[in-house]
Structures are given as C-alpha cells and as structure tokens.
C-alpha cells in the first residue's frame, strides 16, 4: 500500500501565497508521476499541475505563472508553491503519485485532500 499525506493548505488572501506538501511513504519501488489536482465544490477534479520523477512539469492554463511544482525524490516528497492566489483557486487539493510498488505491479495513489480557501 502506498500513502500519500498531504500538508500546507488553508486560507489565504486573494493575492497571498501557500505551499502544499505531500509525502509518499509504503511499499513501492519507484514511484514516476506526482499531481496536484484541485475539486472546487460541485465541479469534476481536474488537474493543477504535474511532474514527472526527471522533472519535467505540466500545468493547467489557469495556473501557469502563479504556481510551481516540485520534488525531492530522496524524501518521495512533491511540492505546490501557490503565488499570486485568487479566489477560483480555492478547492481542496488531492495528490496524485503513481509508480512500482514492492509486488513489480502498477499503482496509481490519492491522498485525502486538503482544502485551500482564498478570500478576496
């Protein structure tokens, strides 16, 4: 089983800043991909940005400047710097990792979630 733990949500001000963190701990090998995605209340879970375990990052048009993703593959650690937040920014973020896990087999893991909400 792989864990996801994410941490580093909360309210902010319309313009303000906020750093999500998540950690992957269990039994895996390696892990590839790690997410970001964003569900805002009544609407589908969509993706914020992404990066790959060589660095290579993608992200949602509404996002791109603000934000940045990262990671620190020696903690199974993946990172949102949240800048210049807005107000359709607020939803609760779930991480995303996919890789190996200790049985050679695929897995695709979400973290609970936590919710972001920025008032303007």
């Known amino acids: 089983q792989v864990r996801l733990v994410e941490s580093g949500g909360g309210l902010a001000q319309a313009g303000g800043s906020l750093r999500l963190s998540c950690a992957a701990s269990?039994?895996?090998?390696?892990?590839?991909?790690m997410g970001w995605y964003r569900q805002a209340p009544g609407k589908q879970r969509d993706l914020v940005a992404a990066?790959?375990?060589?660095?290579?990052?993608n992200y949602a048009d509404s996002v791109k400047g603000r934000f940045t993703i990262s990671r620190d593959n020696a903690k199974n650690t993946v990172y949102l710097q949240m800048n210049s937040l807005k107000s359709e920014d607020t939803g609760l973020y779930y991480c995303?990792?996919?890789?190996?896990?200790?049985?050679?087999?695929?897995?695709?893991?979400w973290g609970q979630g936590t919710q972001v909400t920025v008032s303007s």
């Open positions: 269990g039994d895996f090998i390696s892990i590839n991909n």
């Open positions: 990066i790959t375990s060589g660095g290579s990052t």
């Open positions: 995303n990792a996919d890789g190996i896990n200790s049985w050679h087999m695929t897995f695709i893991s």
